[in-house]
């Protein structure tokens, strides 16, 4: 599989054409970018984990009946992906308070939920990814309800899976972002699941292990991605 020619170049990856139009193939960067673009930087190795981490959970995921736009990692920062429409919902989980849901409720960080939320941001960097709801997306056509309700039961069902899964290497899954798109008709999962659009406290000292060390300059953000990506237990 041949890179052709570059699609797009987005914040953290690039996407190029194939010879097969229904492939793509992305390369992970080790950009960082927060605040809408505003805080640029550099997480050294952090392209690699990303992209070796979210093909290891995608794989979980169309074991567990989500399916996904992977196919076959083609080496440490680049995969081939069936190219989609990708349907512009940023779809949010949470299962504790933090960040922006925090800051909005006037709310501590690091609150469990009675039960997991969902939210939807409109994916438009000029507006800054304002929050929509289910009838705001059906208005400006930016999905239908039949997409907009596999959607809502795909973020769920992801949330499962990972919970779990993280749980099982000790971390908490407290929020994460997910897209989806449009393949041959179907809604299938897409884009990427990492340290970048998760976010991941260690489940005894709640140390976070995800990109809120970048937004906030904790400090050891390398260290953190690394120790994710050991706990994944990758390369075993
Ligand atoms: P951003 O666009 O937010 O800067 P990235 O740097 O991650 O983000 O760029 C990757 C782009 O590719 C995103 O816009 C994402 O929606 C899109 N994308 C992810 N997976 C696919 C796919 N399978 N087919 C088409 N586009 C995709
Ligand atoms: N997120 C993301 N991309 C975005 C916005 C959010 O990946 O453009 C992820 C973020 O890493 C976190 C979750 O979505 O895991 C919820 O983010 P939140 O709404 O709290 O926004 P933030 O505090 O990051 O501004």
Excluded at 154 to 182: C, W
Excluded at 191 to 219: A, I, M, N, Q, Y
Aim: aromatic share 12%; glycine share 6%; charged share 35%.
């Amino acid at each position: 599989m041949e890179k052709k020619e570059l699609l797009y170049e987005g914040k953290a990856k690039k996407v190029y054409t194939t010879e097969d139009p229904d492939v793509l193939i992305v390369s992970y960067k080790d950009d960082a970018t927060a605040f809408n673009g505003l805080k640029k930087g550099t997480i050294v190795g952090k392209g690699a984990i990303n992209n070796r981490m979210t093909n290891y959970i995608f794989k979980k995921l169309e074991e567990k009946g989500v399916p996904t736009h992977y196919i076959e990692e083609l080496n440490d920062r680049e995969t081939a992906v069936k190219k989609v429409e990708i349907v512009p919902l940023e779809v949010i989980i949470r299962n504790f308070s933090a960040g922006s849901f925090a800051k909005k409720m006037g709310m501590e960080e690091g609150v469990q939920f009675k039960c997991p939320t969902l939210e939807f941001s409109y994916k438009n960097d000029d507006l800054g990814d304002p929050f929509i709801n289910k009838y705001y997306a059906l208005a400006l056509d930016l999905a239908t309800e039949e997409e907009i309700d596999a959607i809502t039961r795909y973020a769920f069902q992801v949330n499962e899976v990972m919970k779990e899964y993280f749980a099982s290497l000790n971390i908490e899954l407290i929020d994460f972002k997910i897209e989806f798109g449009r393949y041959h008709g179907q809604i299938i999962l897409a884009d990427e699941v990492s340290p970048d659009t998760c976010r991941l406290w260690d489940k005894d000292t709640h140390e976070k292990l995800d990109k809120d060390r970048f937004r906030r300059d904790l400090g050891n953000v390398e260290d953190a991605y690394q120790e994710v990506f050991r706990r994944l237990g990758i390369d075993k």
